[in-house]
């Protein structure tokens, strides 16, 4: 039976692990060829460490594995020229591209906003927001140019349809980025190119699964753990959880891809266990 994405080929940003890497696998698995990036090195701001050229390599072998292609370059999403010559690059070899997923972001800072530093605000904008315009930017024209229109998923958050404290330049990008999908979505329309959003709530990746976040989660313990992070995770959402897996989202992701979803455009679709509910 052909893949939900046969003959497809999908621009995947922030692809080396957490939900890239489950992205690009899930879409594998439905017959697409990748074109995958990520930054492979660190951001001053950021407290955790994000990745390296061994994660992308080992979304590569997983990938390859599915016998799909893959194409990846180490680009960080600030940097347009780098990103269109990578996309370029993995188009001229895969000679087409229908599906952009701009999934790269970073978490960093953790304070209230009257407190936070330009530095956290600044890279905050930049990735989160900014590197989401220029994927977009960067991959559109391929879409275009194949003339059979396309699926482009914007990564924000639940974070992009409520506010959380602590981490308000999160807030403010996440919201941008619904605005950035609905203006793409009204843009590109009439070639037939859908623009929609997944919110993920709390994901079981580096960026939520760390020790910071445990501390922001469980201020009353030493040296909180996953488990006491989930007690408090469990009263954000309807659904009897504290988070959600990455092929979570990897599926939700898929479906807004796939033609299954192709009378949907402008949406931002939660992922979130009921947590807009609360
Ligand atoms: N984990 C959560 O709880 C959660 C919840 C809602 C939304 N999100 C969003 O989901 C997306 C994916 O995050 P994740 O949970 O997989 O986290 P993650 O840290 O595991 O993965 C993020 C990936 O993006 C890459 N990256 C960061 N900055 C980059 C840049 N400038 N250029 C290229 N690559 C860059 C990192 O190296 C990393 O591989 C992010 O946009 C994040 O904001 C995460």
Same mark, same amino acid.
């Given at each position: 039976?052909?893949?939900?994405?046969?003959?497809?080929?999908? &621009?995947?940003?922030?692809?080396?692990?957490?939900?890239?890497?489950?992205? #690009?696998?899930?879409? #594998?698995?439905?017959?697409?060829? *990748? $074109?995958?990036?990520?930054?492979?090195?660190? *951001?001053?701001?950021?407290?955790?460490?994000?990745?390296?050229?061994?994660?992308? #390599?080992?979304?590569?072998?997983?990938?390859?594995?599915?016998?799909?292609?893959?194409?990846?370059?180490?680009?960080?999403?600030?940097?347009?020229?780098?990103?269109?010559?990578?996309?370029?690059?993995?188009?001229?070899?895969?000679?087409? %591209?229908?599906?952009?997923?701009?999934?790269?972001?970073?978490? !960093?800072?953790?304070?209230? %906003?009257?407190?936070?530093?330009?530095?956290?605000?600044?890279?905050? *904008?930049?990735?989160?927001?900014?590197?989401?315009?220029?994927?977009?930017?960067?991959?559109?024209?391929? $879409?275009?140019?194949?003339?059979?229109?396309?699926?482009?998923?914007?990564?924000?958050?639940? /974070?992009?349809?409520?506010?959380?404290?602590?981490?308000?330049?999160?807030?403010?990008?996440?919201?941008?980025?619904?605005?950035?999908?609905?203006? &793409?979505?009204?843009?590109?329309?009439?070639?037939?190119?859908?623009?929609?959003?997944?919110?993920?709530?709390?994901? !079981?990746?580096?960026?939520?699964?760390?020790?910071?976040?445990?501390?922001?989660?469980?201020?009353?313990?030493?040296?909180?753990?996953?488990?006491?992070?989930?007690?408090?995770?469990?009263?954000?959402?309807?659904?009897?959880?504290?988070?959600?897996?990455?092929?979570?989202?990897?599926?939700?992701?898929?479906?807004?891809?796939?033609?299954?979803?192709?009378? $949907?455009?402008?949406?931002?679709?939660?992922?979130? /266990? /009921?947590?807009?509910?609360?």
């Amino acid at each position: 039976m052909a893949g939900r994405l046969e003959g497809k080929v999908a &621009f995947i940003t922030g692809a080396a692990r957490g939900q890239g890497r489950a992205h #690009a696998v899930r879409m #594998a698995q439905e017959g697409a060829d *990748i $074109i995958a990036i990520d930054i492979c090195k660190q *951001i001053d701001s950021v407290q955790i460490p994000l990745s390296n050229p061994e994660d992308l #390599a080992e979304t590569a072998d997983l990938v390859k594995n599915l016998d799909r292609r893959i194409f990846t370059a180490e680009v960080d999403t600030r940097d347009f020229d780098a990103l269109k010559a990578a996309v370029d690059a993995g188009v001229e070899e895969f000679g087409r %591209l229908d599906v952009i997923v701009a999934n790269a972001g970073i978490g !960093n800072g953790g304070q209230t %906003l009257d407190k936070t530093g330009e530095p956290d605000w600044n890279d905050m *904008i930049a990735v989160n927001l900014s590197g989401v315009w220029k994927t977009v930017k960067a991959g559109v024209p391929h $879409i275009l140019a194949g003339g059979n229109g396309g699926s482009i998923i914007l990564t924000s958050s639940v /974070g992009g349809l409520k506010a959380y404290p602590h981490t308000g330049h999160y807030v403010a990008a996440k919201h941008g980025v619904i605005g950035l999908m609905r203006t &793409f979505a009204v843009e590109l329309g009439a070639q037939n190119v859908r623009v929609n959003s997944v919110c993920p709530t709390n994901v !079981n990746t580096p960026l939520f699964m760390n020790e910071g976040t445990m501390k922001l989660f469980r201020p009353d313990l030493e040296n909180p753990g996953p488990d006491d992070m989930k007690v408090v995770g469990q009263m954000m959402h309807t659904l009897p959880i504290g988070w959600v897996e990455p092929e979570d989202v990897a599926n939700a992701v898929l479906f807004l891809a796939s033609d299954e979803a192709r009378y $949907i455009t402008g949406v931002a679709l939660p992922v979130d /266990g /009921g947590s807009c509910l609360k």
